[in-house]
């Protein structure tokens, strides 16, 4: 197990973040976050564990510079050219500044979707802000970060179909393996599969 990840969940947890915020901090499930979260000191001590979890994702190298973002972006809008579509949805947290370049690039209104993990009360339902564009019957793209369940995804799309047209789902990197998500097309930049090696 990776050391500085279990560092690092400790550390998220100490500074107050629930299980859910942990998740998306790391790209991870809730549930792996949730197994991280509960065995991370006593996975510490061992000096040796096979099994594995989850993989996790680091991009604040690409993250932390907005610049580096709009090139991301400029893929997307590549990506988006041959689909018709009026509205860009960002599923926040940290797919919400890869939505906005996008939106701002091909001039589309824009808006942001928070899954019910961000939310005080997880048993609520995921909310379209209304700080944002009005989507109602609208095409829409739904651009995140990084997919590895597709629950969050799938939360999104079911509530997005009641009140506009989901057209398709953009995101950076892909642990799920899906195609679809809730019958919407997923395009992933890079779509990472872990293989079982057996050593001879």
Known sequence: MD???LNKVIELRKSGLSISQIADELNVSTD??????LNAEKLLKEEKKKEKIDIYIDWRNIGSSANRLKYL????VDILKDYDFDAVV???TSGVPLATFV???LNKNFTIYIPKK???NEESSGIVSNNFSDIYKKRVVIIDDVVTSGKTLEECVKNLKEICNPKLIVVLIDKSGLDEIAGVKLIPLI???ALK???E
């Open 197 to 199: 090696i057996d050593e």
């Open 103 to 105: 939106a701002n690039e």
């Open 73 to 76: 972006s400029d893929i997307i």
């Open 90 to 92: 960002g599923v926040s």
């Open 32 to 37: 792996t976050a949730r197994y991280l979260v």
């Open 191 to 193: 779509r990472i599969k």
């Open 118 to 120: 961000h939310l005080p």
């Open 3 to 5: 050391k500085e990840l």
